[in-house]
């Protein structure tokens, strides 16, 4: 009995040495799976999966005499499934096997290349010439050719993606995305086959080939195959296992390859690095101080021009008082410089009727100053007066630096002043705006 | 080629915020400068070339108006051009609470065809109150502008 190494594919663990029979029950125990690999144990030959064998899948037959354990798989049907078995069969050879064991998964079974081989080891194998055969492929050394129109089961494709996965692993080019798998095959006949190491392309020349040619044609070298004869003197060699890919991805993109951009591709790989678009809240940010900023200087800036005028007192001057009688415009322009405004807005200065304008005013106050060193200006303007004339000589007091004193008017109507004394109302007819202090 | 040219569509994606920004600033700047220009317009007081500036908020503001109709008696408003029409009590109880709360200027903001009169006597009720300060609100002359 052949003794097998065994590769763990879900634990990456290799086990040497088993025999069929300790397969078989590890396989029944779910502790092998399908995509398993399994070689003869000692050899360097490639690694396959354990689904491809099925007598080492088979429900161990412990009870059972050595020859029939061995020519029950020989009384299988290669070519069929392990589905085809009938039965009956198994509970007739062991009645009570499936109170024991569960009853094994059903997978599709490879293909067989030569269903009349008398080997009951079944997985593609190179010859290599110069290396010693290890026990168990004795007849598949001989048989390589034959081994080498290995068929994988299209319908499978589970088994199919693991098999990819494996074969990624065993090359140590896990790294290798799908998008390179594309474009290798996209551009399959242009790219350079490379000689050494265990390559992926022999692969879909198989697939391409597989249904118009014969196993044996597939495997003649042609000009984009490997250099079979360039790998006799290298050191084991070891030759990696097909590539097996979806059936329904390889008519995809043949039948998409006339319109297809070959840039669509490449686009649509650049475009899963998505960048993170951000906010960008600097401008926000500014509006946002500078209206703070606006409505703080908004609400404390905001001055109203004015100006500052004196008290118009209505108590008389102590002196007045005192001497029992009001003080008439001719006292007071001697310390005023005495500026009067009718009704109609007409002016006077020092009694002397001027041109109410700004410049005017202001050059005739400048001069009374000067002249008599007079400092502030006594405004005595009619009740009825416009209120602008009367800014208009408040300011020109302001431009040449005079200080103000304003005399209330008396009313056209109503109750005399309160310090005008009865008695002393011809002299206010006299002068109707005698201000009072 | 391809990468080069997707890397150039990102980068118009992008709004440039710049234009938007200057936008607002140059409104803000009009803003700022037409509130400012506005403080006096809603009296027409009389123009002067000299005068001191007032903050709002540390004034008690009267409006003196001029009458719908010839002959008629002024309007006094407390307030800064709108407000409730009162007679010299109310405005001497009003100054008395700026006072209180540190407003102790009084602006007369009186229209230009108003009596003198008028202003002055107004002017002599606030006068009442202890530490208050009386202005008269002008406006700068329109060909000084």
């Known amino acids: 009995m052949a003794n097998w190494d065994v590769f763990h594919a879900d634990r990456l663990e290799l086990q040497r040495g088993l025999d069929e029979a300790a397969i078989r029950l ?13 070689r003869p144990a000692g050899s360097a030959l490639a690694w396959a999966r354990l689904a491809d064998f099925p007598e080492l899948t088979a429900p161990p037959e412990p009870a ?3 020859e029939t354990v061995q020519e ?9 499934t392990r589905s085809a078995l009938a039965p009956s069969d198994l509970e007739e050879l062991q009645p009570s096997i499936e109170e024991v064991i569960p009853p094994p998964k059903t997978h599709e079974r490879t293909l067989l290349p030569n269903p009349s081989s008398s080997s009951d080891v079944t997985f593609p194998v190179i010859e290599i010439q110069g290396k010693s055969a290890g026990p168990a492929d004795q007849g598949l050394t001989a048989t390589g050719a034959q081994t080498s129109g290995w068929a994988w089961a299209d319908e499978d494709e589970n088994s199919d993606e693991g098999d990819e996965d494996d074969q990624k692993r065993d090359a ?3 790294e290798e995305s799908d998008l390179e798998i594309l474009a290798d095959e996209a551009e399959l006949d242009d790219l350079p086959k490379s000689s050494q190491g265990p390559s992926p392309a022999p692969a879909p020349t198989t697939r391409q080939s597989s249904s118009t040619t014969s196993p044996l044609e597939r495997w003649d070298a042609g000009p984009d195959d490997l250099d079979w004869n360039a790998r006799l003197d290298t050191e084991p060699s070891h030759v990696a296992l097909p590539v097996a890919r979806a059936p329904n991805r390889e008519s995809e993109l043949t039948a998409a390859e006339p319109t297809e951009q070959p840039e669509a591709v490449f686009s649509l790989s650049r475009s899963a690095t998505e960048k993170i678009e951000e906010l960008d809240l600097a401008p926000m940010v500014d509006v946002a101080f500078n209206l703070v900023l606006f409505f703080m200087v908004t609400a404390t800036t905001v001055l109203y021009k004015t100006l500052e005028i004196p008290k118009p007192s209505g108590e008389a001057p102590a002196s007045a008082v005192a001497q029992g009688r009001p003080r008439s415009l001719d006292d007071l322009k001697k310390d005023y410089i005495l500026v ?21 005013l202001v050059e005739l106050l400048r001069k009374a100053r000067e002249r008599t060193g007079r400092t502030t200006m006594l405004l005595s303007a009619d009740f009825a007066t416009p209120h602008r004339n009367a800014v208009l000589a408040y300011d020109a007091a302001n431009e040449i630096g005079l200080g103000i004193a304003i005399a209330r ?10 310090l005008r004394p009865t008695a002393e109302a011809p002299a206010a007819k006299e002068a109707p705006a005698a201000p009072n202090f | ?15 440039d915020m710049t234009p938007m920004v200057d936008v607002v600033f140059q409104l803000m700047t009009f803003m700022l400068f037409s509130v400012q220009m506005s403080g006096g317009e809603k009296v027409d007081v009389p123009p002067a070339r000299h005068g001191v500036g007032v903050q709002e908020s540390m004034a008690t503001f009267l409006t003196i108006l001029r009458p ?25 109880k009003a100054v008395a609470l700026g006072v209180k709360d540190g407003r102790r200027k009084v602006i007369l903001q009186a229209d230009g065809d108003v009596p003198h009169g008028e202003v002055l006597k107004v002017a002599s009720a606030v006068t009442e109150v202890e530490g208050v300060t009386v202005h008269v609100g002008v406006q700068e002359p329109k060909g000084s502008r």
């Not at chain 1, 008396?410 to 005399?416: N, S, V, Y």
């Open chain 1, 72 to 80: 029950a798989p020989l009384a299988r049907p290669k070519s069929g």
């Open chain 1, 172 to 174: 140590a080019s896990a």
């Open chain 1, 26 to 38: 590890a396989f029944a125990r779910a502790e092998l799976r399908d995509d398993d690999l399994v």
């Open chain 1, 409 to 418: 008017p008396q009313p056209p109507q109503g109750p005399a002043p309160t």
């Open chain 1, 340 to 360: 009067e405004i009718d009704e109609g807005g007409r002016m006077k200065l020092d009694r002397e009727p001027v041109e109410p304008t700004m410049s005017t």
């Open chain 2, 68 to 92: 719908a109709v010839p002959g008629a008696e002024p309007r006094l408003l407390l307030g800064h051009g709108e407000g409730a029409s009162v007679n010299l009590d109310q405005v001497r």
């Open chain 2, 1 to 15: 080629m391809l990468l080069r040219r997707e890397s150039t569509e990102e980068r118009d994606e992008h709004i």
């Open chain 1, 64 to 66: 059972k005499p050595p």
